[in-house]
C-alpha cells in the first residue's frame, strides 16, 4: 500500500510499504480522510522523529478486518481514531484518577507498542480495538475528521469552566483555537475575541462567531477595556503555545480569572508552557488574604483549633533589644520561629 513517511528534516514521501500486520485485539483501518494537524507539519519541520517514521493521527475511516478475540460485527464499521477508556488497572485509576490513566496517557504519546498514534497518511492503519470510536450516522464524512482536534477543544472548554456570560480571548487561531472559540459561544460566553498574526485566520474566526479579532501585540487592550469594563478577560485560552503567549495571556485575563494552557508546539518541549500542559497541572495564584481570611483565622483560634504558640519564640524582646536582634538576623539568618517584641 502507499504511505507518506518523514524521512528526515523538511523531507515527506509517498512510498510503497508492506500491509499493516494485523494483531490480536487490533482492527485495520482503511483511512477516508485524514487532517494535517499543527504537530505533523512540527514533526515534519523539526525531523524530531527517527526516520522513517508515521505520522498523521487525525482520521476517520472504516474496519476492513479485525485481531483475534474481536467479533467480525465490527467489519465495515465507520470509525474515528481515539483515546481507549481508562484502564482501571494503573495507580491513578486505582486511586480514581481515570482520567490520568498511565495506559491512555502512553497511547497519546505514542508509546505503547498497539498504539499506532501515527500513521494515518497511509492507505490503512493497524490500531488497536480499544482506540477506535464508532462514527454515529449523520456526521460528514469531512467533518468527523476534525472529531479529534474538536475533543481536544472540548477538553479545553471542560477545563477552563467557561460559562454563561463570560468573556473570552483566544490566543492563536488554529484548528484548536478556531473550535475553542466557537465551543466557548456554545458554552455561554458573551463576548469572545481572537489574536492571530495571520489575517485570513483572524478573518475566519469571525465568521465563526468571534465578535473580533486581532493581531498579536497591544491591539487588542481598547477592545478589552470596552469590553471588560476595564477588568480584563474571565478566561483566555493560549491555543498557540507560542513563546511569551502565557505570560501576555496573564497581562489580558482579569483579576481573578483563569489562563488555560492548550498548545504547545513540539520545538519548546522544555518550556514551562510545555510541563504545565504534559502534567495538566493546575496552577492557582494567591495574593495577600481578605476579612473573611482574619474571621477565618481568629474563629480558628478562639475555638482553640489552631494553635501557633509553637511557631513564635516565648522569650519577648525589649525595644532597645530590636536594631542588635535585626541585625543579627541579617548576618545570620532568622531565627526557627518567629520573635515578639514586646515595647
Ligand atoms: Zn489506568
Redesign the pocket.
Known amino acids: 500500500m502507499r504511505a507518506v513517511l518523514l524521512q528526515g528534516k523538511m523531507d515527506a514521501q509517498l512510498v510503497e510499504v508492506p500491509e499493516p500486520e494485523l494483531v490480536a485485539g487490533s482492527v485495520i483501518v482503511e483511512i477516508d480522510r485524514s487532517g494535517i494537524g499543527g504537530s505533523d507539519v512540527e514533526a515534519f519541520v523539526s525531523g524530531d522523529l527517527p526516520a522513517p517514521a508515521w505520522f498523521g493521527h487525525e482520521w476517520v475511516g472504516r474496519i476492513v478486518e479485525v485481531g483475534a478475540g474481536l467479533p467480525d460485527r465490527f467489519v465495515g464499521e465507520p470509525v474515528i481514531g481515539a483515546v481507549p477508556a481508562?484502564?482501571?488497572?494503573?495507580r491513578?485509576?486505582q486511586a480514581g484518577l481515570?482520567s490520568h490513566?498511565?495506559?491512555?496517557l502512553e497511547m497519546i504519546v505514542g508509546a505503547d507498542p498497539l498504539a499506532s498514534a501515527h500513521g494515518a497518511f497511509a492507505e490503512r492503519i493497524r490500531v488497536d480495538a480499544r482506540r477506535v470510536q464508532r462514527l454515529p450516522e449523520g456526521i460528514d464524512i469531512n467533518d468527523a475528521a476534525l472529531s479529534e482536534p474538536a475533543a481536544v477543544a472540548i477538553h479545553a472548554i471542560e477545563r477552563s469552566g467557561v460559562g454563561i456570560g463570560d468573556l473570552v480571548v483566544v490566543v492563536g487561531a488554529g484548528t484548536i483555537g478556531l473550535l475553542v472559540a466557537e465551543l466557548a459561544r456554545i458554552a455561554g460566553a458573551a463576548r469572545v475575541a481572537a489574536i492571530d498574526p495571520e489575517a485570513a485566520r483572524r478573518e475566519l474566526v469571525c465568521d465563526l462567531g468571534a465578535d473580533a479579532a486581532f493581531a498579536p501585540g497591544d491591539e487588542i487592550s481598547g477592545w478589552l477595556e470596552r469590553t471588560g469594563h476595564g477588568l480584563g478577560a474571565d478566561i483566555v485560552f493560549d491555543c498557540s503555545g507560542s513563546e511569551g503567549a502565557l505570560a501576555a495571556a496573564i497581562t489580558q485575563v482579569r483579576r481573578g480569572g483563569s489562563v488555560i494552557a492548550v498548545g504547545v508546539p513540539s520545538r519548546t518541549r522544555d518550556s514551562l508552557t510545555s510541563k504545565l500542559v504534559e502534567r495538566e497541572v493546575t496552577i492557582r495564584a494567591s495574593l495577600g488574604y481578605s476579612i473573611a481570611d482574619v474571621r477565618r483565622v481568629l474563629t480558628l483560634m478562639a475555638e482553640d483549633r489552631l494553635h501557633v504558640s509553637r511557631i513564635y519564640q516565648d522569650d519577648l524582646i525589649g525595644l532597645s533589644e530590636v536594631p542588635a536582634v535585626i541585625g543579627h538576623m541579617a548576618q545570620h539568618g532568622r531565627a526557627a520561629g518567629k520573635l515578639l517584641v514586646a515595647p
Open positions: 481508562p484502564c482501571g488497572e494503573c491513578p485509576c481515570g490513566c498511565i495506559v491512555v
